[in-house]
C-alpha cells in the first residue's frame, strides 16, 4: 500500500483531552488506544474524511492479514501483526469465508470469530508507527 492511500488524522482523546494521530484507509469507525493515556478511544471517520477511492473499491485497497497457520482444530493462529487502526481482510482457513477485522490494541492477542463455521483466528497487532 502507498503512503498516499493512508489518511492521517487527527483526534482527541475523550479521556484526557489531547490530541494525536490515527491513520486510516477508509470510512467507519475505529476503536484505538490513547498514546497519552492509554484508554480506548472511539472515533468515526467520515467519507469526506477518508479518500473516496477507498469506498468505491474496498477490496483492492484492504490487504489481508496473513496466512493463518493451523494450531489446532478450528483455531488458527496469523503470525504477520497487523498494525491498531487498520482494517485488514481474513480469510476464514475452514470455509473461505472473508472476514473484516480492525486490530484494537498493541501486543495482545486478539480473536476474531468465522460467523460462518466458528473456526477461531488469532493474531496481534502493533501500534501505527508515527
Ligand atoms: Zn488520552
Ligand atoms: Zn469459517
Do not use: W
Amino acid at each position: 500500500m502507498s503512503t498516499s492511500e493512508i489518511k492521517i488524522l487527527k483526534r482527541q482523546c475523550d479521556s484526557c483531552g489531547k490530541a494525536f494521530k490515527v491513520k486510516v484507509v477508509m470510512p467507519g469507525r475505529y476503536r484505538v488506544r490513547c498514546p497519552h493515556c492509554k484508554e480506548m478511544v472511539r472515533f468515526v471517520v467520515s467519507k469526506e474524511e477518508a479518500p473516496a477511492k477507498m469506498v468505491i473499491a474496498p477490496r483492492f485497497i484492504v490487504p489481508e492479514l496473513g496466512h493463518a497457520e493451523k494450531v489446532r482444530d478450528k483455531f488458527y493462529v496469523i503470525k504477520k501483526r497487523g498494525i491498531v487502526g487498520h482494517p485488514y481482510k481474513a480469510i476464514c482457513p475452514d470455509c473461505n469465508n472473508e472476514m473484516s477485522i480492525i486490530p484494537t490494541e498493541a501486543g495482545k492477542v486478539l480473536r476474531t470469530k468465522c460467523d460462518k463455521c466458528g473456526t477461531t483466528i488469532a493474531y496481534k497487532a502493533v501500534e501505527p508507527k508515527e
